[in-house]
């Protein structure tokens, strides 16, 4: 059975089970459900943590696009390297759902 998490509303997810845990190298497939018809914007954002090991804020400088909008993507998106934290992007119209792969 596959690990995974659904990341969805304006929650931010710590990716700290094995195979999603962040960094290292960690690949994810991103089932992206209703945001495949989306075609521009940020859909998903990730943050490596913070040095004190808290959860990063919603505004904090580190967060990144892991994730954008494209008219040819398809309802699964391989992500290359996962982070430690995160979170939807303004223009996810609903979850995503991140499959940790080994």
Same mark, same amino acid.
């Given at each position: 059975m596959p690990?995974?998490?659904?990341? #969805? *509303?304006?929650?931010?997810? %710590?990716?700290?089970? $094995? =195979?999603?845990? +962040?960094g290292e &190298?960690?690949?994810? @497939?991103?089932?992206?459900?209703?945001?495949?018809?989306?075609?521009?914007?940020?859909?998903? #954002? *990730?943050?490596?943590?913070? %040095?004190?090991?808290? $959860? =990063?804020?919603? +505004?904090?400088? &580190?967060?990144?696009? @892991?994730?954008?909008?494209?008219?040819?993507q398809g309802?699964?998106?391989?992500?290359?390297?996962?982070?430690?934290?995160?979170?939807?992007?303004?223009?996810?119209?609903?979850?995503?759902?991140?499959?940790?792969?080994?």
């Open positions: 690990n995974t998490i659904t990341v #969805q *509303g304006t929650n931010i997810v %710590a990716l700290k089970k $094995t =195979p999603l845990l +962040g &190298g960690r690949e994810g @497939l991103a089932h992206l459900g209703g945001n495949a018809s989306v075609t521009t914007g940020v859909l998903l #954002q *990730g943050h490596p943590g913070l %040095a004190s090991g808290a $959860t =990063p804020a919603t +505004g904090d400088a &580190g967060w990144v696009t @892991l994730l954008s909008a494209t008219a040819t309802p699964v998106v391989e992500i290359a390297d996962l982070p430690k934290f995160v979170k939807l992007g303004a223009a996810a119209t609903g979850p995503i759902t991140l499959e940790g792969v080994q």
